[in-house]
C-alpha cells in the first residue's frame, strides 16, 4: 500500500516539473519573440525616418536647382513673349526643308550656349504664360512634331551635348509600327533622360475633318498611351497641320491638356491662350541671321 502510495506521488512530481518546464519555455519564448518585434518596429520606424530624411533632402536639392537656374540673369515677365521653335526632323537631306542636318542643328544649339541661352520646360513655360512667372530673357522653347527616329539618333545626343532640354510632340500609333518613327524604347529613354514627350494625336488627324467623337478619342487615347509608355503626366499636345477650332481647344482643355501647340507665327506671350500657342518655325533652309532674328525678335520676317 505504501509503495503504490509512493510511485502516485513520484508521477504527481514528475507531471509538476515537467508542467513547470513547459511553463518556462513557453513564457520565455514569449518574451523572445516580444523582442524581435520591439526590433522590427524600431528598425521600421528608424527606416521610416531615414526615407523621410532622403526626400526632404532630395526636394530641398530640386528647390535649390530651381532658385539657381534662373539666379542671378535678366528676367522678363509675359508680355514680352517667348520663342517656342518647332523643329521635324534632323537628318541629312537636300531638298526637303523638314529635315534639318545634324550639324546645322547643333550650330544652332551651339549659337544658343554660347549666347546664354537656357531651354525652358513646359512646366516653366506654362508657368510664365499662365501665370506671368518671370524666365530669364534669354529663354526658349524647343520642340519637334510627328516623333521621327532620327529624333533619337540625332538630335537627342546633340541637346544632351548642350545640356538643352526640348518636347517631342509623338503620334502615338506610329509606335512600334513604322521604323521611321521612334519605337516604345526610344521614348522612355528620351523621357528618362530630360526630354519631354506630348501629343501628337493617335493617326495625325485633321482634327477639324473628324467628328467630335473622333476627336475625344484620339486626344484622349494618344495621351493615355503615352502616360503609360512614359509614366510621366502628358499635358500638352501639337495639333497635327496646326489645324483646330474653338470646340477642338474645348475638349483638348477637357481631358485634360494645359498646353496647345499651333503653327500660327509668333512668340508664346500672357495674351495667348495656353492651349493655342504660336510658335516659331525653323526650317532646313533657314540662314544663320535669320535664326538669330526668331529668337531675339518677337515680330521677326
Ligand atoms: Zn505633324
Not at 550650330?107 to 554660347?114: A, V
Request: aromatic share 10%; hydrophobic share 30%.
Amino acid at each position: 500500500m505504501k509503495r503504490k502510495t509512493n510511485i502516485i506521488l513520484f508521477l504527481v512530481l514528475i507531471l509538476i516539473v515537467s508542467m513547470a518546464t513547459t511553463l518556462f519555455i513557453l513564457k520565455s519564448r514569449d518574451k523572445k519573440n516580444q523582442q524581435d518585434k520591439s526590433e522590427i518596429t524600431y528598425n521600421e520606424v528608424n527606416d521610416k525616418l531615414r526615407e523621410d530624411e532622403s526626400k526632404d533632402k532630395e526636394k530641398k536639392v530640386k528647390e535649390e536647382k530651381n532658385k539657381d537656374r534662373f539666379e542671378g540673369m535678366e528676367l522678363k515677365n509675359n508680355s514680352v513673349g517667348i520663342p517656342i521653335l518647332y523643329y521635324h526632323s534632323v537628318e541629312e537631306s537636300k531638298d526637303n526643308e523638314l529635315r534639318i542636318s545634324p550639324e546645322k542643328f547643333r550650330k544652332q544649339l551651339k549659337y544658343l550656349k554660347d549666347n546664354n541661352y537656357i531651354t525652358l520646360t513646359l512646366e516653366e513655360a506654362y508657368a510664365y504664360i499662365k501665370d506671368n512667372k518671370s524666365v530669364p530673357k534669354n529663354s526658349v522653347v524647343i520642340t519637334f512634331d510627328d516623333g521621327y527616329k532620327d529624333n533619337y539618333d540625332n538630335a537627342f545626343p546633340i541637346l544632351k551635348e548642350f545640356d538643352y532640354t526640348a518636347t517631342v510632340f509623338v503620334i502615338s500609333g506610329l509606335i512600334d509600327k513604322d521604323p521611321n518613327y521612334l519605337n516604345s524604347d526610344e521614348i522612355k529613354e528620351m523621357a528618362k533622360g530630360g526630354i519631354e514627350i506630348g501629343s501628337h494625336t493617335v493617326n495625325h488627324e485633321k482634327l477639324v475633318d473628324i467628328s467630335k467623337e473622333e476627336q475625344k478619342q484620339t486626344l484622349t487615347k494618344s495621351k493615355e498611351d503615352l502616360e503609360k509608355l512614359t509614366g510621366k503626366p502628358v499635358t500638352s499636345i501639337a495639333y497635327p497641320f496646326g489645324v483646330f477650332d474653338d470646340n477642338i481647344i474645348k475638349l483638348t482643355e477637357e481631358v485634360g491638356y494645359k498646353l496647345g501647340f499651333t503653327i500660327n507665327k509668333g512668340w508664346g506671350k500672357g495674351s495667348e491662350n495656353p492651349l493655342k500657342l504660336s510658335r516659331v518655325y525653323v526650317s532646313a533652309f533657314i540662314t544663320d541671321e535669320n535664326f538669330k532674328e526668331r529668337i531675339s525678335k518677337s515680330n521677326y520676317n
